[in-house]
T-cell receptor
Framework: KQEVTQIPAALSVPEGENLVLNCSFTDSAIYNLQWFRQDPGKGLTSLLLIQSSQREQTSGRLNASLDKSSGRSTLYIAASQPGDSATYLCALYNPSGGGADGLTFGKGTHLIIQP | EAQVTQNPRYLITVTGKKLTVTCSQNMNHEYMSWYRQDPGLGLRQIYYSMNVEVTDKGDVPEGYKVSRKEKRNFPLILESPSPNQTSLYFC????????????????FGPGTRLTVL
């Protein structure tokens, strides 16, 4: 069964730093991977969706990469700001080994950007 | 505005009192699902629906019911709520799920915080 791990579980950095969040998965036969942001007590907001045929996607200061062979995706945040503080989750679609409908979520990385 | 809406946003109830949490999307999405989120356990899927009148169990379906009579609505029903169902609930939707094609972007509702006393 697909397992998704996000390390670290929590991260605190000063404002302005570039940082990388990691998402690892055990079954490389994924179709797509999606990164979300979740503010405390709120819903998930989609940040980036990478199809299995793509290697990266960019949106503003965010860049997500996908390396299926190594079972890894990274979310790069450039010039971090206090407003980036949130929990970041990755989710992937893997019909042969994912959840009941092929979707598996990581537990997230709780990010704090210190002013 | 394209969105997924949930009601109510907050609910405090007592054990055994039936309740329904509504979910509606205005994007003409075929796929809808319900999750619960608990500290340390992450998101766990309760039920999902590939299309109207088609529903399937997720990873934690016990104690819940769903129905999909219309494409836009996917209510979550707790017939006899218990304290262990106290949680933050999310509804999500996306375009058609294809086993061989493209998986579409998931859109989440704002969440419903349920407390069962």
């Amino acid at each position: 069964k697909q397992e998704v791990t996000q390390i670290p579980a929590a991260l605190s950095v000063p404002e302005g730093e570039n940082l990388v969040l990691n998402c690892s998965f055990t079954d490389s036969a994924i179709y797509n991977l999606q990164w979300f942001r979740q503010d405390p007590g709120k819903g998930l907001t989609s940040l980036l969706l990478i199809q299995s045929s793509q290697r990266e996607q960019t949106s503003g200061r965010l860049n997500a990469s996908l390396d299926k062979s190594s079972g890894r995706s990274t979310l790069y945040i450039a010039a971090s700001q206090p407003g980036d503080s949130a929990t970041y989750l990755c989710a992937l679609y893997n019909p042969s080994g994912g959840g009941a409908d092929g979707l598996t979520f990581g537990k997230g990385t709780h990010l704090i950007i210190q002013p | 505005e394209a969105q997924v809406t949930q009601n109510p946003r907050y609910l405090i109830t007592v054990t055994g009192k039936k309740l329904t949490v509504t979910c509606s999307q205005n994007m003409n999405h075929e796929y809808m699902s319900w999750y619960r989120q608990d500290p340390g356990l992450g998101l766990r899927q309760i039920y999902y629906s590939m299309n109207v009148e088609v529903t399937d169990k997720g990873d934690v379906p016990e104690g819940y019911k769903v129905s999909r009579k219309e494409k836009r609505n996917f209510p979550l029903i707790l017939e006899s709520p218990s304290p262990n169902q106290t949680s933050l609930y999310f509804c999500a939707s996306s375009g058609p799920q294809s086993w061989v094609g493209v998986y579409n972007e998931q859109f989440f509702g704002p969440g419903t915080r349920l407390t069962v006393l």
